[in-house]
């Protein structure tokens, strides 16, 4: 619930399902099946040295005495800290592991599967007598000092056995490696008890920021096994880092509180921390934690482009987010996805879908090259050119993050793991649960199966949304029941049609149906046995405006860009499933130099995208171009200043939630 920007959680109104609960159907598992014959599959084999050989949580664990390692990154900034280094391949293992197990587990073979339960057993079998998971030896473990990868390291490893625990077919070995992850979390929870020292030490940096993520291992183990205690632990993390000394003040309380405080942090980290105060105010709902998150979201909204990307170039550094100069990486971009879903489960206000949909379909998906199998580090919404370095910035020899790749292991093998998690993170969201039946919190081709008062309930989108803006539900009870089925009504939509089985406009109550609209959602109440419920979404396209005043097209949850007709040259060849390196320059500089201007009473719908009238500055006459949506061409113009003044424009950024 909100009320003004004081947000009142309250925990339980939503619930998330297992993973695996609801799976990819139509594009969307088409989407993973490329991408797990792409990168997704094949990173250990792109970068064996630091997936494969460095058994960093076996056999190399981390000592005292342990030497500096070369990860072929280029850059100068992370050489203030090498110290980080010796931990980074814990990030890159296994947060690629954590995609991979998922995109296994939803569309992947028997062999593929079996690998999965292999690389389970085998980290499993790297516990410590006591139960312990990570990349330390006893030497080094639990550091009260300095930098550290310690909690981050438990953390990817967590998550990605957790997509197993979830989603696994075999249960009693899911219960068996569930069990494993539970007596390593009582191993850190014995070392760093609650009230005890603080396991956020001076002179740390990234990895011990990146350690309060643990809580995302804690509140679902606390889901998985029905004991709160270990969700209380998450939030005495969360006090403690606030109380800590990292580089990463964001989302602490004192910088919160401060009215004159911007973002300044690493943006993955800014993002990410969003979770742990969400889970923080489930577990202690004082008005300290709840304008906390009221000030975290107000200073949110200045950092997303009018494709929703999170500022993450990598500082956010006080900006405020720009189509052409403020760029966002794809570790960013996952993590506010996650993060926005976490916090519609825990507030029960959909409007928050609005922007988990927008992040993940423009700025996510608008990352991937259009037909190679390899993603952008870093993009702007205006992509001009995607050859290294930023276009409009000086050359720099470090800057390696502008330009397509399946590794991108100059800068740092992070963004294409994440890039994997994104789409499971995207579907584990989908469809939550409440005590008065299922909430579609996303639309999409997918399946999701359910149990509701001892039915075994499926409801089955069958849409190519968001390429059209209806989705027709297949829902099952076996055997009947009555529940309430909840549907996102999205901020875009001027109106939602509901019509039960195949007859338009047919009124649902003949089939013991009743619906309400209201507000974020519609509602539909009845007894369930098997029925089809079509739902059409009516959204013109329409301009929006940016912070600088230009416009932008969005058509229902998609932001469109002009296509940019480009050359690409391939920069390296990895000799494994077709996977390439590529630099793309555009085949002139018309896009980029040539005045147009957007006529706002001209967009015509039409297949593939939409249509829009521009005229050219200081020409006669008009030209008519198809805008796509992000990530059909790999570069691209989204704004442009706009003809005449719209009074229909709307802000580019939703306005905030009252």
């Not at 690493?266 to 105060?277: I, K, P, S």
């Not at 059209?468 to 089925?485: D, K």
Request: proline share 7%.
């Amino acid at each position: 619930m909100t009320w003004g920007w004081v947000v009142i959680i309250v925990r339980g109104v939503f619930r998330v399902p297992a993973f695996g609960s609801t799976r990819p159907l139509g594009w969307l598992a088409a989407w993973m099946r490329r991408d797990l014959d792409g990168f997704v599959g094949h990173l250990d084999r792109l970068v064996p040295d630091l997936i494969v050989d460095d058994d960093i949580y076996g056999r190399d664990r981390l000592t005292a005495g342990a030497a500096m390692k070369d990860l072929g990154a280029v850059t100068d900034v992370d050489l203030e800290h090498p110290e980080q280094f010796l931990w980074w391949n814990s990030e890159t293992q296994s947060n690629w592991r954590d995609g991979w197990v998922r995109h296994v587990l939803l569309v992947g073979d028997a062999a593929q599967r079996s690998a999965v339960r292999g690389y389970v057993e085998r980290m499993v079998a790297t516990a410590d007598p006591d139960g312990y998971l990570g990349i330390h030896a006893p030497d080094l473990r639990f550091p009260g000092q300095g930098e550290n990868g310690e909690l981050w390291a438990q953390a990817t490893l967590g998550r990605a056995l957790l997509g197993y625990v979830e989603a696994a077919d075999d249960r009693v070995h899911a219960g068996e490696v569930l069990e494993g992850v539970v007596r390593a979390l009582r191993v850190t929870m014995s070392a760093w008890p609650v009230g005890g020292p603080n396991p956020f030490p001076a002179q740390s940096y990234a990895g011990a920021a990146h350690g309060l993520m643990l809580v995302d291992v804690l509140d679902r183990v606390a889901d998985l096994t029905g004991d709160g205690a270990f969700r209380v632990y998450a939030a005495w993390l969360y006090r403690a880092f606030c109380e800590g000394h990292t580089s990463e003040p964001d989302a602490r309380l004192d910088r919160l509180a401060d009215p004159h405080a911007a973002f300044v942090g690493h943006g993955v980290h800014t993002y990410e921390h969003l979770r742990a105060l969400v889970i923080a105010q489930e577990v202690e709902p004082t008005p300290e934690l709840a304008e906390g998150l009221a000030s975290y979201l107000r200073r949110m909204r200045a950092c997303l482009t009018p494709a929703h990307g999170p500022i993450g170039d990598e500082w956010i550094a006080g900006r405020s987010a720009d189509a052409t100069t403020t760029g966002y990486e794809l570790c960013s971009t996952q993590e506010l996805l996650d993060s926005l879903l976490r916090l519609v489960a825990a507030t029960g206000d959909l409007r928050w879908a609005d922007d988990a949909e927008a992040v993940a379909l423009n700025a996510g998906l608008g990352a991937w090259h259009p037909t190679h199998s390899a993603v952008a580090y870093l993009q702007t919404d205006n992509a001009l050119a995607m050859t290294g370095n930023r276009p409009d910035l000086p050359a720099d020899p470090h800057q390696t993050r502008y330009r397509y790749s399946p590794v991108h292991r100059q800068a740092a093998v992070c963004c294409v793991p994440n890039a994997g998690r994104l789409l499971p993170t995207y579907l584990r969201g989908a469809v939550l649960e409440s005590d008065e039946g299922p909430v579609v919190a996303l639309y999409g081709p997918m399946c999701t199966e359910l149990t509701i008062d001892g039915a075994e309930v499926t409801l089955e989108q069958r849409t190519e949304y968001p390429g059209e803006l209806a989705v027709e539900l297949a829902i099952t009870s076996r055997p009947p029941r009555t529940f309430e089925l909840v549907l996102r009504a999205p901020g875009w939509a001027t109106d939602v049609d509901v019509a039960v089985d195949s007859t338009d406009h047919e009124d649902p109550r003949d089939h013991g149906i009743e619906v309400t609209h209201g507000g974020d959602r519609t509602v539909l109440r009845g007894a369930w046995s098997s029925q089809r419920v079509r739902v059409g979404f009516t959204a013109a396209p329409a301009i929006e405006r940016d912070a600088r005043g230009d416009g932008f097209v969005r058509w229902g949850p998609r932001v469109l860009g002009l296509p940019i007709p480009d050359r690409t040259t391939m920069t390296a060849d990895h000799g494994i499933a077709g996977l390439v390196d590529v630099s793309v320059t555009p085949d002139s500089d018309e896009h980029a130099t040539l005045g147009l201007v957007v006529d706002p009473a001209a967009l015509q719908v039409v297949p593939g995208g939409v249509e829009a009238r521009f005229r050219i500055s200081g020409a006669e006459g008009t030209t008519v171009r198809l805008l796509t949506p992000l990530g059909t061409a790999a570069l691209r113009r989204v704004t442009f200043p706009v003809a005449t003044p719209d009074r229909r424009a709307r802000s580019a950024v939703p306005p905030p939630v009252t």
